[in-house]
């Protein structure tokens, strides 16, 4: 191996390099090439000097020597270390960019001339420490290792460090100035500094359009220049702030020419040794704007006696491991994405279009190649048995889940009415019996409707609304639920590697705090014995269509651990199921992608499964996997709170209705009746007292009044403030609290202002030196 591929390790304790001088001898050029190449980025002037003797007045001939070699290019000076263009140092900063084959981290230089060639690969090395790993899109500090990169990396390394993902473009608003002045940016990013814009080609933009620009130019003198790479429009367009939450959450949202290349390369399945499961009228019931349909379903009575009542359901699933390949560009580019992100008006996907609109979407009357689930289950809605099956699918309709419902209420269309004796009342009877088996097994039901944004053909805001949660939603749900239990039983069973989908119960502390706040409504969480959903239902079911409701639910969800992914199974707490695993939606989410993989390898379905040694990197694939979920949800909600800014920053002065969401020390979190926007009340704006927060009813309480604002409140507050940015909303208060011992006094909504003038709340801020938060 020679010393470029080992990395210019350095030579043994007590060993002199074959090519060091004798006493008194200078080395030539070509030595102390050598030396350094054998040395990269730990040889200096002094090492030098000491590996070969040079003591005296010779330093200045070897000095002239390095300068030489400097000025032709054949060595570059790294913080007093010396290396040969091209070479890495032994320790510097990676890109990670893919996994190989195995399954292996790969990485880029960050620092790399590109004069020097195309950046190495390096096969980045995690060990096995207990800390958090090191994924795709993250940057890490490396060590050259000896080791062997493998067939896809020239060299390895051991990671040193992980550390923050740096920025490429800057994302900001474009102003223009009056007169010949340059026009300027006003950065998304606070912390970053304004920069001055190069007029000569602003890509069409105008002044308040959403720009990327790149530094063209920075200096000690006067404001850094920059140049505009990319216009995406109005700030007001979902477009624009969409890409805000994209640039901020450092999500990949542009495909590399290879991985769109490798997409249209694909080509549509033939039968060949699949099961032939066209004959089966399975439908796909979706949201009537999805463009993607991974998921199809069918079911029928069990004309076995044995399973007098019982039902059959059929679930077919996107066979996306048929395209996405292990080790592949696209198999890379998933993983590297994690899961499809959902905005209100567009999708980044997790896969190129040609593979998830077209070649994997279960569409309407074509073949598609599919995974299927078999499931028995008896009259109560237990699961007798189940079998996977690769297969090749028709979907016989496509349906939206409005429409399916109508159906089964009756109200039929043209596509409906030949579909409801034979596909949607036995799949209705199905899920009465699922839904017996799912009340008996008694998951957290929480109570939490989501709210959507309905766009207008422009991309701003036309209303926002929550929409009505229908048993057509319930039924596809449940059956996906049992899906993905069959496939997490099955994969355990044969002893395949699984990323299970996990959800811990509530840490003590967690629990301590919601036995604190139900204590406030005279309510108790048991303090032994073990905790289950039953008894958090049984909770939520006492304050059912009361006022105390909504805030109850939200507590309740604040004291849940998160679910993520991960091969070591401790159950799934919310679903109160032992084993589960996501199987139903490989098109947008990388772990169901595994888990459509472990099963045919343990199912002998084909040669397409996981690949080998797969078992060591799946803790660190679930790890970026829910990493990339939990990036995705910021990024999606960040984008909602950002529309609604906007869309009300033509309101300020309007009052509005609301519950108090959130208590802090700071001040009240707002969410507004009609619409759920959240905004923040700060604290030093609230009555004329000092509000001091109290933990345990998650409420603020005045020092001398005792005026109470608690969690879940009916207020009336009024909008002061919009900051379309950063999609907060800044509310006053026009309510008075409540009284200790007394019922909160009803507002009447003829409010005259809010509940402290401007100059009485700069009085108490400058007298009042007691510590409290200030900023949200």
Same mark, same amino acid.
């Given at each position: 191996m020679n010393a470029r591929r080992i990395g210019g390790q350095k030579p043994a304790r007590g060993k002199k390099s074959a090519r060091s001088k004798t006493p008194g001898a200078f080395p030539s050029r070509d030595d102390i090439l050598t030396f350094i190449a054998e040395n990269p980025g730990r040889a200096g002037k002094r090492e030098i000097a000491k590996h070969f003797g040079i003591v005296g007045a010779a330093r200045i001939q070897l000095k002239k020597i390095l300068k030489d070699l400097s000025e032709d290019g054949l060595v570059e000076k790294r913080q007093k270390r010396l290396i040969r263009p091209g070479d890495l140092p032994p320790v510097f900063v990676v890109a990670l960019v893919a996994r190989d084959a195995d399954g292996e981290l790969l990485g880029e230089p960050v620092d790399w001339d590109e004069e020097a060639g195309p950046a190495p690969k390096v096969l980045v090395l995690t060990g096995k420490a207990k800390t958090a790993q090191p994924g795709v899109g993250d940057r890490a500090l490396i060590r050259l290792s000896e080791a062997d990169g493998g067939a896809e990396a020239e060299h390895a390394g051991r990671v040193i460090k992980t550390l923050e993902k740096k920025q490429g473009a800057i994302l900001g608003i474009l102003r223009e100035r009056t007169g010949n002045k340059l026009p300027w940016l006003e950065p998304i990013d606070r912390k970053q500094r304004e920069l001055d814009v190069d007029p000569t080609d602003l890509k069409d933009a105008v002044d308040g359009d959403l720009v990327s620009v790149q530094v063209t130019r920075t200096g000690r003198y006067g404001a850094p220049r920059a140049a505009i790479v990319e216009r995406f429009g109005s700030m007001k367009s979902e477009k624009a702030v969409s890409e805000i939450a994209l640039h901020a959450h450092a999500i990949p949202h542009v495909f590399p020419a290879a991985v769109e290349e490798a997409a249209e390369r694909a080509t549509p399945v033939t039968l060949g040794k699949r099961e032939d499961?066209? &004959?089966?009228? %399975? =439908?796909?019931?979706?949201?009537?704007?999805?463009?993607?349909?991974?998921?199809?379903?069918?079911?029928?009575?069990?004309?076995?006696?044995?399973? @007098?009542?019982?039902?059959?359901?059929?679930?077919?699933?996107?066979?996306?491991?048929?395209?996405?390949?292990p080790g592949s560009a696209l198999d890379k580019e998933a993983n590297l994405r994690g899961n499809s992100v959902y905005f209100p008006d567009r999708v980044i996907p997790m896969l190129p279009e040609r593979i998830s609109n077209d070649l994997c979407s279960l569409r309407e009357k074509e073949d598609r190649p599919a995974m299927g689930v078999r499931m028995v289950f008896d009259k109560k809605g237990r699961k007798l048995s189940h079998s996977f099956h690769r297969v090749m699918m028709r979907s016989a309709a496509k349906l939206a889940y409005a429409q399916a419902q109508k159906a089964i209420e009756g109200i039929t269309d043209e596509k409906t009415e030949t579909l409801v004796e034979g596909v949607l009342k036995p799949l209705w009877a199905a899920y009465d019996a699922l839904k017996a088996?799912?009340?008996?097994?008694?998951?957290?039901?929480?109570?939490?409707?989501?709210?959507?944004? $309905?766009?207008?053909?422009?991309?701003?805001?036309?209303?926002?609304? =929550?929409?009505?949660?229908?048993?057509?939603?319930?039924?596809?749900? @449940?059956?996906?639920? &049992?899906?993905?239990?069959?496939?997490? *039983?099955?994969? *355990?069973?044969?002893?395949?590697?699984?990323?299970?989908?996990?959800?811990?119960?509530?840490?003590? @502390? $967690?629990? &301590?705090?919601?036995?604190?706040?139900?204590?406030? !409504?005279?309510?108790? !969480?048991?303090?032994?014995?073990?905790?289950?959903?039953?008894?958090?239902?049984?909770?939520?079911?006492?304050? $059912?269509?009361?006022?105390?409701?909504?805030? =109850?639910?939200?507590?309740?969800?604040?004291? &849940?651990?998160?679910? *993520?992914?991960?091969?070591?199974?401790?159950?799934?707490?919310? %679903?109160?199921?032992?084993?589960?695993?996501?199987?139903?939606?490989?098109?947008r989410r990388y772990a169901d992608l595994i888990v459509h993989r472990g099963l045919i390898s343990a199912l002998g379905l084909g040669s397409d499964g996981l690949p080998e040694g797969i078992e060591s990197k799946m803790e660190a694939i679930g790890a970026e996997v829910s990493a990339a979920e939990r990036r995705a949800m910021l990024a999606e909600r960040d984008t909602i709170d950002r529309l609604i800014a906007l869309w009300m920053s033509d309101q300020i002065g309007a009052s509005f209705q609301g519950r108090i969401a959130g208590v802090v020390k700071s001040g009240l979190f707002i969410r507004l009746a009609d619409t759920g926007a959240d905004g923040f009340v700060p604290a030093s704006t609230i009555g004329l007292d000092y509000y001091r927060y109290d933990e345990g009813s998650h409420s603020l309480i005045g020092d001398k009044s005792g005026e109470t604002y608690q969690l879940g409140d009916s207020v009336e507050v009024k909008l002061v403030e919009a900051a379309p940015f950063a999609g907060a909303l800044r509310f006053e208060l026009l309510s008075p609290g409540r009284i200790a011992g007394k019922s909160r006094r009803k507002s009447t909504g003829t409010s005259k202002g809010p509940r402290k003038t401007i100059a009485s709340r700069r009085s108490r801020a400058s007298t009042k030196s007691k510590t409290r938060t200030k900023k949200r």
């Open positions: 499961w066209r &004959q089966i009228p %399975l =439908v796909t019931i979706d949201p009537p704007d999805a463009k993607d349909h991974d998921d199809a379903v069918f079911a029928e009575p069990d004309e076995d006696p044995a399973n @007098e009542g019982g039902h059959i359901v059929y679930v077919a699933i996107a066979d996306v491991a048929h395209y996405v390949r088996g799912r009340d008996a097994r008694e998951p957290l039901e929480l109570d939490l409707p989501e709210r959507k944004i $309905k766009l207008k053909p422009d991309g701003t805001v036309d209303h926002v609304f =929550v929409p009505e949660r229908l048993d057509a939603h319930k039924l596809i749900e @449940e059956f996906m639920i &049992q899906a993905n239990v069959a496939a997490a *039983e099955t994969l *355990e069973k044969k002893k395949s590697p699984l990323l299970y989908r996990i959800h811990d119960a509530s840490s003590p @502390e $967690k629990l &301590q705090s919601l036995k604190e706040f139900l204590s406030t !409504l005279d309510m108790k !969480l048991p303090s032994s014995g073990g905790l289950r959903p039953s008894i958090f239902n049984g909770i939520l079911a006492k304050v $059912k269509d009361t006022p105390q409701a909504h805030v =109850v639910n939200e507590v309740v969800l604040r004291s &849940q651990a998160q679910a *993520e992914y991960h091969p070591q199974n401790i159950g799934h707490f919310g %679903l109160n199921l032992r084993r589960y695993a996501h199987f139903t939606s490989p098109i």
